[in-house]
């Protein structure tokens, strides 16, 4: 009976696989740390006391970080690319609520995350990160 049990519990791990919806171009980030604190008091983040505006913040993330102020609420979204391989041209610039990737191909929403001009079939969106607001305070990280 142990046999048995032991067999169809190994053809059942055999069996599994992974799911063919996976797409394998969204693996391009690494699930880099992140625990960021700002003061929105302070004057590089003034922009964001008004709904519709971002800001990018570098030496974060893959690509540096970018904070939007949605109007019901704050977002953080990882500044790479998710559908290019890491490059020189991979980094989003922000403009409100819209980031563009810099090899002028991609354009992104900083409200869902999701790409904005998807002609090509891609389906990747943004790497999300959590955003806590506590006072004039904004913590964003991933754990």
């Given at each position: ?28 980030l690494l ?89 090509s079939g ?22």
């Amino acid at each position: 009976m142990r046999t048995l049990l032991s067999l169809l519990c190994l053809s059942l791990c055999l069996s599994c696989s992974k799911s063919n919806d996976e797409d394998e171009n969204c693996k391009f980030l690494l699930n880099v740390g992140v625990g960021l604190r700002i003061n929105l008091n302070l004057p590089e983040f003034g922009n964001l006391q008004s709904p519709g505006n971002s800001i990018r913040i570098s030496n974060e993330g893959n690509a540096g970080i970018i904070i939007a102020n949605t109007g019901s609420g704050y977002t953080a979204w990882d500044a790479s690319d998710p559908n290019h391989i890491p490059s020189a041209c991979s980094a989003l610039s922000a403009n409100g609520l819209q980031g563009t990737c810099g090899c002028d191909d991609n354009t992104y929403s900083f409200v869902t995350g999701q790409l904005l001009n998807n002609s090509s079939g891609l389906r990747c969106s943004l790497k999300n990160y959590r955003v806590e607001k506590t006072g004039n305070s904004l913590f964003i990280s991933n754990y």
